[in-house]
């Protein structure tokens, strides 16, 4: 047993030592790092389009890490590495709430130069452009987007509803009708899901949530707008166990039919229809419903791709010039097509060849052309937790809406005042 | 000193100094860069990084946050502690027991303990959905809503608890048991004593140190959960299920405050020290008794 | 305890603790696409194929072994003796290791991740396999400290007396006598420091940044998309993964037997 342990020990041991020494950099080559959320699919696309890059550009030795998709996950790993001084990540992908504090924090770098405003501004969706343009400069370039969208179900009810009141009618309808059945999935759970829906909520009734650059929540419509879900929860027509539902939860419940309309990211379309799903062929999409009919404002989700401000200028060009090639509409068309993943330039959405491929994706125009970013401010991510919280007891029944909002603003207003100018 | 009390001492100096090295050399550096921390203004948003001295710690005894997430912790603490010990001294007897497929018994039992703590929330997670999930399937009825309701979710993350970690006290008090020589119990039985005075009078007080050290770490973690409870709830519904480490966690990862999430660190492991202080004279005590 | 209550015990343990886990099992066994479903149609390997041929799981699995097993040899070397001469030696300073010892194990682990990781970075064992041990075993030597110290203590002083009388060194009588009567402690711990290195997550994403040297935690993070999380698959993988700790167990519990001190006093 001993000799046994001590041979394995020895095995050990070696292996530890043999582990992948990195390659010292060949003379002229540029090395650089991209750090991604891996692409749900087939791994050759994305291969072909880094190696595409590779063949462009000898004089680049590329490095593609994934990291995990866990937004939460990956913010603490960047926090942690950008904090603790790395200097060996070049390209990072960015959410699209974290833009403005990276930047502040200084860790990513000014892209204007070769990503001028003007020319996002023009080939890019309005919000996605918006949520990267910080004081007139480009910080990071979108890569793909999401937007909360509204699934119905096209065999329980005749249209999809325009109106809050709507769909509060033909929910309960459909439910008197088959008993059992959910009316409205959505995410109560207490994480940023939560954030989404509520501002979801505000805008849908005409609310704004950025003022000079301060975070507000405790208006009229913010009362409305949190009142509103707080409702659908009360009245039954969403089920108790949407306050812990995340997307996921919302999604397998919509796709054993056992609900009517469900508030979710456009990727559940794919599982909704593939083979084998309950209720395929029987989901439309539409834009989320608002006060006064007009289509409701979805929040933006999605990637972006920065350049770490510590890259040193040899590796930054490079760097450049990797995030121009994965944002050009040609990668665009790869990630739409083989990865379901929504383009950030609106002119790839009228392109015959994605209406062709991915005809969900070019259906999605309306959506995403009214996509609309959280509060863009560098301590929204300060603020985004309080808020979180008091949402998530407005939903639960343990605090008035107002009283939460009230509450939510005072902390925003404190952190706020707290920052240095 | 006599000669051999020098030899020993100089004997143990060798004998420890390497697990001195890696505690001091890896463990002390992040715990002192802790307490620094605490007593500084660190947002790293802002660029901000300037002395403060007690202020953080002041800000902490006034914020609601940190005073519902202490009583919280406090609570989850003494409920899974107490539930775990009362499960696994009964558990470590029936592993003591020398029958056929103990071993297998004993691997088996401990599988919730071996499962990745994020995967064993997801499970409890998918469990316990109201509706969909096998334990509302199983008792239907009024179903409760264990993770969107304050007080059930907090009751769901203690059960996930005592589910994930009474193997780990069992063995440890499996580990108690073996120290307890077979002549012991042979002296006994010679007087005649029944089962349960045996265990009672004899296994009881001898199993003492066993208890009080798995009482000791299990104090210890469950102050300072984390995974479990963040992957089931993340600290919801309207944190009621937030612990002192899951408001750390929240301030220093996802807002970036760095000085105050270690203030609030340090704050936990100051009533941690607090808890093993009294428990550790408990221990000593039952140490002079037993001597 | 009699047999049949022992009997009916062990199957009530077995059901709790096993129950949970055994759905667990039917989920990997079950179609992705009836996730929803109350039961399945169908039992399919698939998710086992998936996860081990498109997931590198292996390599997830290879990688944890490694990192696990040195961890838990590290702190057994490490502890072991330190254990016996805080038992059974006289120094002072046993009580400040001891106490060291508790107040690393007493502060939350979040909180150390950033300095660890500018002090593995200065080290230059970030994104290595062994920097990934020298924080296990460190976070790992505390329980291990005080559990083998405990174990040394249960051991009669007379038998390390006699051991002297022979003409033993300390180091000799630790070695060839106490360390084979502390059999029962050391397995335990073994078992102990190895699941907590296995299943240890935050320092494992931290500081491993290359695919190929990612542990089971960390590739289980992974599978998740960015809204999908394939459950068949995280059900195939969790089930993969506590196989070489069910093996491990088996392996190392039958140490844990009593009666080892029975007898020893006597001849």
């Not at chain 1, 009734?205 to 301060?214: M, P, Y």
């Not at chain 3, 062990?10 to 059901?15: I, N």
Request: charged share 15%.
């Amino acid at each position: 047993m001993r000799r046994a342990l001590l041979s394995a020990f020895a095995v050990m041991a070696a292996l530890l030592g043999c582990s992948e020494r990195q390659a010292p950099e060949a003379a002229g080559r540029v090395r650089l790092v991209l750090k991604y959320g891996p692409l749900w699919g087939a791994p050759e696309p994305f291969r072909e389009l880094l190696a595409r890059f590779q063949q462009a550009n000898p004089d680049v030795e590329l490095v593609a890490e994934p990291m995990p998709n866990a937004s939460d996950l990956a913010h603490q790993l960047f926090v942690t590495a950008l904090e603790g001084g790395a200097a060996d990540l070049d390209v990072l992908v960015v959410d699209v709430i974290w833009v403005a504090e990276f930047a502040r924090a200084g860790w990513i770098a000014d892209l204007s130069g070769a990503f001028p405003p003007a020319r996002l501004r023009a080939e890019l969706l309005p919000g996605a452009a918006e949520a990267v343009i910080l004081g007139e400069r480009t910080f990071a370039v979108p890569w793909y987007v999401d937007v909360g969208i509204l699934y119905w179900r096209t065999d329980l009810v005749p249209r999809a509803p325009r109106t809050y009141h709507e769909l509060r009618s033909l929910a309960r309808a459909a439910m008197a009708r088959s008993p059992g059945l959910a009316g409205f999935l959505w995410q109560g759970r207490q994480y940023e899901g939560l954030d989404c829906n509520a501002f979801e909520a505000i805008w849908g009734h005409g609310g704004e949530t950025l003022r000079e650059g301060r975070l507000v929540v405790d208006t009229p419509e913010g009362r409305a707008g949190v009142g509103w879900l707080r409702d659908l929860v009360a009245s039954g027509v969403s089920p108790p166990s949407v306050t812990s539902a995340a997307e996921e939860d919302s999604r397998r419940r919509f796709q054993q039919g056992e609900a009517v309309f469900m508030r979710n990211w456009p990727y559940a379309l794919g599982e909704l229809e593939a083979q084998g799903s309950p209720v395929r062929g029987r989901v439309g999409i539409a834009p989320l419903p608002s006060e006064g009919g007009a289509p409701g404002p979805g929040a933006l989700g999605g990637w972006q791709l920065a350049v770490s401000a510590r890259s040193p200028p040899p590796r930054r060009a490079a760097a450049e010039r990797l995030v121009a090639h994965l944002t050009s509409p040609d990668a665009g068309l790869v990630l739409a097509l083989d990865y379901a993943r929504n383009p950030a330039r609106r002119a790839l959405y009228e392109d015959p060849r994605l209406r062709a491929g991915a005809p969900r994706i070019a259906a999605l125009l309306p959506m995403v052309e009214r996509a609309r970013p959280r509060p863009v401010s560098p301590y929204y991510q300060l603020v985004a937790d309080a808020l979180q919280g008091e949402l998530s007891a407005a939903l639960t029944g343990l605090r008035s809406p107002e009283e939460a909002l009230r509450r939510a603003q005072r902390q925003a207003d404190r952190i706020a005042g707290a920052a240095p100018p | 000193m006599t000669s051999r009390a020098a030899e020993d001492a100089r004997t143990a100096w060798r004998l420890v100094a390497p697990a001195a090295v890696l505690l001091g050399g890896v463990a002390l550096y992040p715990v002192a860069a802790g307490f620094v921390m605490g007593l500084e203004r660190v947002v790293l948003v802002f660029h901000e990084h300037r002395f403060v001295g007690l202020a953080n710690y002041r800000a902490l005894l006034a914020d609601d946050r940190f005073l519902a997430a202490l009583a919280r912790t406090a609570y989850f603490s003494a409920v899974a502690v107490g539930a775990e010990l009362l499960l696994a001294l009964p558990l470590a007897l029936v592993l003591d027991r020398a029958v056929r497929g103990r071993g297998l018994l004993r691997a088996a039992v401990l599988i919730p303990w071996a499962i990745p703590t994020a995967v064993s929330a997801k499970l409890w997670a998918w469990l316990l959905e109201p509706g969909f999930g096998l334990v509302a399937r199983l008792w239907p009825g009024t179903p409760v809503n264990w993770l969107g309701a304050p007080a059930p979710a907090l009751h769901a993350a203690i059960l996930l608890d005592v589910w994930k970690t009474t193997p780990f006290v069992a063995l440890v008090l499996l580990a108690g048991l073996q120290n307890i020589s077979a002549d012991v119990y042979a002296a006994a039985a010679v007087d005649g004593a029944s089962r349960w005075r045996t265990f009672r009078a004899i296994t009881l007080p001898l199993l003492r140190p066993a208890i009080l050290l798995a009482l000791l770490f299990r104090s210890l973690d469950a102050f300072r959960v984390f995974d479990a409870v963040y992957v089931l709830t993340a600290g919801g519904p309207a944190n009621a299920t937030e612990t002192l480490s899951v408001y750390a966690y929240k301030t220093l990862v996802r807002a970036g405050d760095f000085g105050y999430g270690a203030a609030i660190s340090v704050a936990t492991f100051a009533c941690v020290a607090l808890l093993s202080g009294v428990l550790l004279a408990v221990l000593a005590r039952g140490a002079e008794d037993a001597a | 305890m009699s047999r049949a209550r022992h009997a009916v015990a062990a199957g009530a343990f077995l059901a709790f603790f096993l129950g949970p886990f055994a759905w667990q099992a039917l989920t990997s066994l079950w179609p992705e696409a009836e996730l929803g479903r109350a039961f399945p149609t169908a039992l399919t390997l698939r998710s086992y194929a998936d996860v081990l041929a498109a997931r590198d799981f292996g390599r997830a699995i290879l990688n944890s072994v490694v990192v696990a097993g040195a961890s838990t040899a590290l702190a057994l070397a490490v502890g072991a003796p330190a254990a016996f001469a805080v038992a059974k030696l006289e120094f002072r300073g046993r009580r400040l290791l001891l106490g060291t010892a508790l107040a690393v194990a007493m502060f939350p682990p979040i909180a150390t991740v950033s300095p660890l990781y500018v002090t593995l970075r200065a080290l230059g064992l970030l994104d290595r396999l062994a920097g990934l041990v020298l924080p296990d075993a460190t976070f790992a030597l505390p329980l291990t400290l005080w559990l083998l110290t405990t174990t040394f203590r249960a051991i009669p002083d007379e038998i390390y007396r006699a051991a002297q009388a022979d003409g033993c060194t300390p180091f000799q009588a630790f070695r060839l006598v106490l360390l084979p009567l502390a059999a029962p402690g050391l397995a335990t711990a073994a078992i102990l420091v190895f699941i907590f290195s296995w299943n240890e997550l935050l320092f494992a994403l931290t500081f491993l940044a290359t695919p190929s040297r990612r542990t089971v935690p960390v590739a289980i993070a992974l599978f998740s998309g960015e809204h999908l999380e394939p459950w068949g698959e995280i059900a195939a993988a969790s089930i993969l993964a506590t196989l070489p700790l069910v093996v491990l167990t088996l392996a190392f519990q039958r140490r844990i037997v009593s009666g080892l001190t029975a007898g020893a006093v006597k001849g």
